[in-house]
């Protein structure tokens, strides 16, 4: 090949070489991340979780470990969605600056949507060489899914709440003022979590279209009270019943309740926690 020739490649290639990188920095390094997709989701489509029906939404529990360390992260009822990921975001006290907060979390990208149940373990602080540092102070807990079905992906955030009670007998209630639980002494401490399940669990026997939103659990390690505690939780319709479901026993009872029309809420009383259903009659 002689040299003309040679140099007419090399000149070439060049060119080609520039070509491409005008055309990566003008489509690709440019783009602004507003118009970056979300992973996995092709259309760029995002929704809430409101456009899924009820019985198709993931049921979620969140359990406390005895000491509080630890919560256990349950999700059932996953078959609706090719994907499923989750963020379990907290404000702590901040171990450095006393008084003040700092948000920690953890996410999760290891669900299986085929599995009858998602099941992990989060730690709330740190662990090294198997000394655990648990957080304190643990507030404003919020739990986002992010459900991915074909090339939409729905979003929910939902609100935790880690609480003490147990040793004296103590009323507990979520962030919102929605329910309230007046737990009898149980002889010592424990943690527990109430919560918004997102989903409902599966097997009620009422109409799942005349479930009154949120729906709310309360779940701990706890045993079953020796004596009843009262539940009440607002509602706006006057007729309107009252269902529970035990995770630990897997077992739905509807719940002898009473309507107060001027608290707008519904009482009753439970042997245990649970996660607590109210339907109205439409």
């Keep these: 090949m002689d040299q003309s020739r040679k140099n007419k490649y090399i000149i070439a290639a060049v060119v080609f070489v520039a070509l491409l990188l005008g055309i ?94 998602y099941k992990k373990s989060i730690l709330l602080g740190t662990a090294s060489r198997g000394v655990r540092n648990p957080d304190t102070g643990v507030t404003d807990g919020i739990l986002s899914l992010h459900m991915i079905k074909g090339d939409t992906q729905y979003d929910s955030q939902t609100p935790w709440d880690l609480m003490r009670a147990g040793a004296a007998g103590t009323a507990v209630s979520d962030r919102s003022g929605n329910i309230t639980l007046k737990i009898p002494p149980l002889g010592k401490n424990y943690w527990l979590i109430l919560s918004d399940t997102v989903g409902v669990p599966q097997g009620g026997t009422f109409t799942i279209e005349n479930v009154t939103l949120p729906v709310y659990g309360v779940f701990s390690v706890a045993p079953s009270f020796k004596s009843s505690a009262t539940v009440t939780i607002k509602s706006t319709s006057e007729k309107s019943s009252l269902f529970a479901f035990t995770s630990q026993e897997n077992k739905w009872q509807e719940i002898k309740s009473q309507y107060l029309p001027s608290a707008k809420s519904l009482t009753a009383n439970v042997s245990g926690l649970a996660t607590f259903v109210v339907v109205s009659s439409k």
């Design 24 to 117: 990566y920095f003008l489509f690709i390094f440019k783009k602004s991340p507003g118009q970056i997709k979300p992973r996995g989701v092709e259309s760029g489509e995002v929704a809430e979780i409101t456009d899924i029906e009820l019985a198709k939404r993931p049921y979620v529990t969140l359990t406390p470990t005895s000491d509080g360390a630890e919560i256990i992260i349950s999700i059932e009822n996953m078959a609706a969605f090719d994907r499923i990921e989750y963020e379990l975001t907290y404000q702590a006290d901040n171990p450095t600056s006393p008084g003040t907060k700092i948000q920690r979390g953890a996410t999760g990208t290891d669900i299986n949507t085929k599995d009858p149940k």
